[in-house]
């Protein structure tokens, strides 16, 4: 997939990720092409995300707040490998809380806090963990947050 639409506003950017959204959370996925972006937005889903982009993300800060959206040509879409296209009913515009690491894997137990800045704002940052559970602990993270050390 590929986009040319420019962002919307001045302190916006486009980034190769995909956002899931759950309770008006906004969840990046981001990391090279074939990291399994995609994967894990349609496994959230399947646990109650909604998708909000696929491929591409628009990233703006709108009146203080970091908010993701997609492209309008990918908006409703999603990649499935082996399958094509897929349509979605997608979200609208939603609040960025957390971003994924895919590149990454997550070595610790108790993984210390990181954060990512995105447009200036300090967005949580989660790497990847290999464990078939993985979702589903993102989910509870959307959900209830965690811990602070």
């Not at 962002?7 to 008006?24: D, F, K, L, M, R």
């Not at 349609?42 to 970091?66: F, K, N, P, T």
Request: glycine content about 8%.
């Amino acid at each position: 997939m590929s986009v040319s639409a420019p962002p919307t506003h001045a302190n916006s950017e486009i980034c190769h990720a995909s956002c899931v959204a759950y309770q008006n959370q906004g969840l990046l996925i981001k990391g090279d092409s074939g990291s399994g972006k995609s994967s894990l937005a349609l496994q959230l889903m399947a646990l109650g995300a909604s998708l909000v982009a696929d491929d591409r993300v628009i990233l703006e800060d709108v009146e203080g707040h970091l908010l993701a959206s997609a492209p309008p040509p990918l908006r409703g879409l999603i990649e499935m490998r082996g399958i094509g296209l897929l349509n979605v009913k997608a979200h609208g515009p939603v609040r960025l809380v957390a971003a994924v690491d895919m590149d990454r894997v997550e070595e610790e137990r108790l993984p210390r806090f990181r954060e990512l800045d995105l447009l200036g704002h300090p967005v949580t940052l989660l790497r990847r963990v290999d464990s078939p559970i993985f979702p589903a602990g993102l989910m509870q993270f959307l959900k209830s947050g965690r811990r602070s050390p």
